[in-house]
């Protein structure tokens, strides 16, 4: 199968650019405007779309996307409301890669059969979940390639030679290669360890290899960028929503402009990431 996330990555390519991942929550800091914010990503220059999906214990999340999550589900977001946003997205914009990320918990809740041909449906082109190893493949990952959604892999620093063939079994779309060693949003990536590891990765697969974690800026962007076919950035972004907020954490009328304007920056340097 050729998804979206496919030709997203292969038109990237062809431009001699690296992709920019953008990961928001939905939902946060409300339904309306989380949808709003989406629907103005690709226009900042955001090339495939990471949307989380908000869990009560989200363990690999660092601190703001854990407040993400949990401003969104205190405004009411559900994982129906989340397929709801994607399929109201979709109206609008048929060619943007929409992965949605998160935990299996909500899934398993939901019903992964009835999960799987809703989020089809609803225009969902790929999945990262966190929690669930290789091990588990029958469990959600072969469903979803059956069903013509990416399951996309996360390999880490501690990844080794004996473990990465099994990462990449069953992967497609992309592997999501995370930077540092820890929760989300908390170190800044080493441009070189991060090259050598693509290095590292490229001799075992032909999938594109997006790097996150750890990338808030467009001069880390334009770096990682470099090696990466993939800069994914989600703890900045999601910062950005947090301190536009009111007092009472309410959206303002600087809510979606902070994330355009930070997404736009982002883009900026992912474009200029291999210019001579």
Not at 69 to 75: D, E, P, S, T, Y
Not at 167 to 181: A, D, E, H, P, R
Not at 198 to 223: C, D, H, M, N, W
């Amino acid at each position: 199968m050729t998804t979206r996330i496919d030709t997203r990555f292969a038109e990237c390519a062809k431009l001699g650019r690296p992709a920019l991942v953008t990961f928001v929550t939905a939902g946060d800091p409300d339904h309306d405007t989380a949808f709003e914010i989406l629907k103005a990503l690709p226009g900042a220059g955001a090339d495939v779309i990471e949307l989380g999906m908000p869990f009560s214990d989200p363990m690999a999340d660092g601190p703001a996307v854990q407040a993400a999550g949990l401003r969104a589900l205190q405004a009411g977001e559900t994982l129906t409301k989340t397929l709801a946003m994607v399929r109201a997205f979709r109206t609008g914009d048929t060619t943007t890669p929409i992965v949605l990320m998160g935990y299996y918990n909500p899934i398993y809740s939901y019903g992964p059969a009835r999960f799987l041909a809703d989020a089809k449906s609803a225009g969902v082109d790929g999945l990262i979940i966190v929690d669930l190893p290789p091990e588990a493949d029958d469990e959600l990952c072969i469903p979803a390639l059956e069903a013509g959604i990416n399951f996309i892999r996360l390999a880490t620093p501690t990844t080794d030679e004996k473990r990465l063939p099994r990462v990449l079994t069953n992967t497609s779309g992309f592997l999501y290669y995370v930077s540092i060693t820890g929760i989300t949003g908390t170190a800044a990536p080493d441009a070189g360890k991060v090259a050598a590891a693509i290095g590292r990765i490229k001799a075992k697969t032909s999938l594109p290899v997006a790097v996150g974690f750890g990338i808030k800026t467009a001069r880390q962007a334009a770096e990682i960028g470099k090696a990466a076919d993939g800069v994914v950035v989600g703890s900045a972004l999601v910062e950005a929503v947090r301190t536009s907020l009111d007092k009472d954490g309410k959206a303002t009328a600087a809510t979606v402009p902070a994330v355009v304007s930070l997404v736009a920056e982002l883009a900026s340097g992912v474009r200029a990431a291999r210019a001579a």
